[in-house]
């Protein structure tokens, strides 16, 4: 598996980013459509009609896309971002993210809760360990990503990780193996790609350990 928690990157579509050049995996990028009022529109979902174009998903790449007209060049047409497009797009990759992990709480793939978390990491039910970025190195670093596949997701604050259990804040959580789970730890590592800096990978702080796959 490569950073992030996916498979290796030369399994599943490919696309080219329009900053960059470089062609890589469609989780790392994403994805934008010109609307026919001549706005370009976030595609997350890569679902909305018309011809694609894709960005990395660092606020570097956004920024640039933005700045330098490249989007007015992919589109082939006079075409205008949304003001503030790096901010914009964490926001909606944290709101989706925070959605998705509600989902798999509700479908008995997410616990919450130091002793829980505990409990999934002894037993081997957890596949994904979460923790909160601004919660205290101290406390997360009792707690070490399963031993098997080393995933790791530290992109999420306490807050949002609290409103995806229905809760106030929390700072550890975790994920058992199932679809939703996968789904999790793609669009973190596009969120982490925003406030970590690369896309698929995250400063996890002691808890990632040296060989840890993070988001």
């Known amino acids: 598996m490569t950073r992030g928690g996916r498979k290796d ?3 599943g579509p490919e696309r080219k980013c329009i900053v960059s050049g470089e062609v890589g995996p469609k989780f790392g990028l994403i994805r934008f459509v010109a609307a026919p009022d001549g706005t370009v529109l976030p595609d997350l979902l890569g679902k909305l009609p018309g011809r694609g174009f894709w960005v990395t998903s660092t606020r ?3 920024d640039r896309a933005a700045a330098k007209g490249l989007f ?3 589109a082939r047409a006079k075409v205008t971002p949304p003001a503030e497009l790096a901010d914009l797009i964490e926001a909606m990759l944290a709101k989706r993210v925070v959605e998705l992990l509600s989902l798999a709480r509700k479908a008995g793939l997410a616990v ?3 002793e829980k978390v505990k409990g999934w990491l002894v037993d081997g039910s957890a596949k994904v360990l979460i923790q909160a970025s ?3 190195d101290r406390g997360k670093a009792k707690l070490r990503p399963p ?3 080393g995933l790791f997701i530290g992109c999420l604050t306490g807050q949002e990780i609290g409103l995806a259990f229905g809760r106030e804040s929390a700072i550890h959580g975790a994920l058992a193996a199932g679809g939703l789970s996968d789904r999790v730890v793609e669009e973190a590592a596009r969120l982490a790609g925003l406030r970590g800096g690369v896309a698929g990978q995250h400063d996890g702080g002691e ?3 040296e060989d840890t796959k993070t988001v």
């Open 207 to 209: 808890t990632a350990g």
């Open 60 to 62: 570097e790449a956004l």
């Open 134 to 136: 601004d919660g205290s």
């Open 147 to 149: 031993a098997k596949t």
């Open 72 to 74: 007015s060049r992919a």
């Open 112 to 114: 919450t809760g130091y």
């Open 9 to 11: 990157d030369s399994e």
